[in-house]
């Protein structure tokens, strides 16, 4: 499914690898509230400041023994987008053209 994510700060890193974290925009399936595992260039902030929007192709996994998490493949093309595309995306999302 496709999705716009964005860069965040976590304020507790316990049981994390790092501060940089991905997750969905809201307004879509899954909400904010959910981690994506994806490629560490992605959270890297010399590339990417924080909040920085993505699209990106994810899925629901869920792992025995982890918290339902969303997925990106590591080999995926990293696509940036503006705030006015993330907006206008999550909005065709919505009406079911995507």
């Given at each position: 499914?496709?999705?716009?994510?964005?860069s965040f700060?976590?304020?507790?890193?316990s049981g994390?690898?790092g501060q940089?974290?991905?997750?969905?925009?809201?307004g879509q399936?899954y909400?904010?509230?959910?981690l994506?595992?994806?490629?560490?260039?992605?959270?890297?902030?010399?590339r990417?400041?924080?909040?920085?929007k993505f699209?990106?192709?994810?899925q629901l996994?869920?792992k025995?023994g982890c918290?339902?998490?969303?997925?990106?493949?590591y080999g995926?093309?990293i696509?940036?987008?503006?705030d006015e595309?993330?907006?206008?995306?999550?909005a065709?999302?919505?009406r079911?053209?995507?």
């Amino acid at each position: 499914m496709k999705m716009v994510v964005e860069s965040f700060e976590i304020k507790n890193t316990s049981g994390h690898r790092g501060q940089v974290h991905i997750r969905p925009v809201a307004g879509q399936l899954y909400p904010p509230t959910m981690l994506l595992e994806c490629s560490r260039h992605m959270v890297n902030t010399l590339r990417y400041p924080l909040g920085t929007k993505f699209r990106a192709w994810v899925q629901l996994k869920q792992k025995t023994g982890c918290k339902p998490h969303l997925y990106c493949y590591y080999g995926n093309k990293i696509v940036v987008v503006s705030d006015e595309d993330a907006m206008s995306m999550i909005a065709e999302m919505n009406r079911g053209k995507v």
